[in-house]
């Protein structure tokens, strides 16, 4: 079945600097990939679409400087967070769509827990 | 636009219960419904979709039927057990190539022996 992989599960990192999230496809090729926020107890809060080659699309009241998305290849795409700030301390999911076939769903990493201290 | 309504949690049953959890949604066209399970400190699992009017889709004992008249999703189990034990959320996909899934708020579930 279709598997992606995110990395790092966790990390801590001090406030200002910044965090890079990456998302892989392992067998399959992706071309759209959407990361999503969560805080806690809380749903995912869709905060990009990402594709393939392309300017990723921010949702509504995303810093499209602060959460610096890339797509460069079929298989991987980063999330970094810049000059990160306790109040972007939160749970950081990805999911991916395949190139080839559309089963309706995508598939999800399993998150990334970041926490500025 | 789109949404996903679920009950409000959390819930808490006993080993072997019924469960239901309700789901309901507001879209344009024919969207596709899914149920996505979350354990701690991990990310979304798929538990169950169905893609169009009355199909139920059916995954290690859970079920959901599609239903457009009621534009629900209710989830059910005949019999939890304690690994059942997690966070579900019901989310819909509208039509498009790249559409993209919109979330309920998500309900906790815990199972107690």
């Known amino acids: 079945g279709a598997v992606v992989s995110q990395h790092p599960s966790r990390v801590i990192c001090k406030s200002g600097t910044s965090v890079k999230i990456e998302c892989r496809s392992l067998?399959?090729?992706?071309?759209?990939m959407f990361w999503y926020r969560q805080f806690p107890k809380q749903s995912l809060m869709l905060m990009a679409t990402s594709n393939e080659g392309s300017k990723a699309t921010y949702e509504q009241g995303v810093e499209k400087d602060k959460f610096l998305i890339n797509h460069a290849s079929l298989t991987l795409s980063t999330l970094t967070v810049t000059s990160a700030h306790p109040e972007d301390s939160s749970f950081y999911i990805c999911?991916?769509?395949?190139?080839?076939?559309?089963?309706?769903?995508?598939?999800f990493g399993s998150g990334t827990r970041l926490t500025v201290v | 636009g789109d949404s996903v309504t679920q009950m409000e949690g959390p819930v808490t049953l006993s080993e072997e219960a019924f469960l239901t959890i309700n789901c309901t949604y507001t879209?344009?066209?024919?969207?596709?419904l899914f149920w996505y399970v979350q354990y701690p400190g991990e990310g979304l699992q798929l538990l169950l979709k169905?893609?169009?009017?009355?199909d139920k889709g059916s995954n290690k004992g859970f079920e959901a039927t599609y239903r457009k008249e009621t534009t629900s999703f209710h989830l059910e189990k005949g019999s939890v057990q304690v690994s059942d034990s997690a966070v579900y959320f019901c989310a819909l996909r509208g039509t498009g190539a790249n559409s993209k899934l919109t979330f309920g708020k998500g309900i906790t579930l815990s199972v107690r022996p």
């Open positions: 879209a344009t066209g024919y969207p596709s």
């Open positions: 169905a893609t169009k009017a009355d």
């Open positions: 999911s991916a769509k395949p190139a080839l076939v559309d089963n309706y769903g995508y598939t």
């Open positions: 067998d399959f090729q992706a071309t759209t």
